[in-house]
């Protein structure tokens, strides 16, 4: 069987005990930097017996069928990436389609996501998302992926390097709009866990200086020019006067909800006003 672990993306405190007991159990493990395994292992105090092979994106189509063949001999072949889900912008992807191509047993150990950590923690709406992954290094090419994204209603999910952030912040403020929300997720679960909520426009400015860290971007989905003339939804406003109870003020619930649904923030606090 192929089993895809997930591992944790800063604190050790997120590996569950599946991950530590398939570490223990395999026959064989296929990390994608075999040094981060092992020092992983060491800090969580587990044995492992197994040969561990490197399995990475240079070498994911030839070690592959490999893995496959090792499965289909009776292996419990554990495969896992430097942080979270493999196949998830990481290795995985192409053994998982490879696995259920070839009938080989497959399952996952769930574990710590960046991509649903980074929506989750962004505030902004989770109903609807896309994971968009790396966007392109070279700038034409990041503008005519994001101009492709432009009407995109769901909220996206992006990675980055944080030595391009602030110019690929720059291209989603002119592209997607100045006034469009958005969050920037840096070191997830660890130490250093910062996150910077507002406008793409405020967060172009928020990155002007040195950043650094694993980063995740966090943009709210499309809504029209007409956004603060349509009719506001009755649950919207009730989520604005539940945290007004709750003892928020009244200007802070609003652009808290606005943000998260989408709205302009004075439109939404005068229909609750007018509600």
Known sequence: MIILAGTPLGNDADASQRLKDSLES??????????????????????????????????????????????????????????????????????????????????VVPGPSAVLTALAISGLASDRFSFEGFLARKSGERQQALSKLARDEHTMIFFESPRRLHETLKDMSAIFGADRPAAVARELTKVYEEVARGSLAELVEWSAGEIKGEI?????????????????????????????????????????????????????????LGS
Do not use: W
């Not at 554990?78 to 998982?96: E, H, I, T």
């Not at 609003?254 to 609750?272: E, I, P, S, T």
């Open 216 to 272: 995740s971007i966090v943009v709210g989905g499309y809504r029209d020019d007409c956004a603060g003339q349509r009719e506001i939804a009755p649950e919207v406003i009730a989520d604005v006067k539940e945290l007004v109870e709750l003892g928020v003020r009244m200007k802070d619930a609003a652009g808290f909800v606005a943000q998260r649904a989408g709205l302009r923030k004075n439109v939404l606090y005068q229909a609750v």
């Open 26 to 107: 395999a026959d064989l493990i296929a990390a994608e930097d075999t040094r981060r395994l092992l020092n992983l292992v060491g800090r969580l105090g587990v044995e492992i017996h197994a040969p561990v092979i490197a399995y990475h994106d240079h070498n994911e189509a030839e070690k592959a069928p490999d893995l496959i063949a090792a499965a289909k001999a009776g292996k419990a072949v554990v495969v896992v990436s430097d942080a979270g889900m493999p196949s998830v912008s990481d290795p995985g992807y192409r053994l998982a389609a490879l696995a259920a191509h070839e009938g080989v047993g497959l399952t």
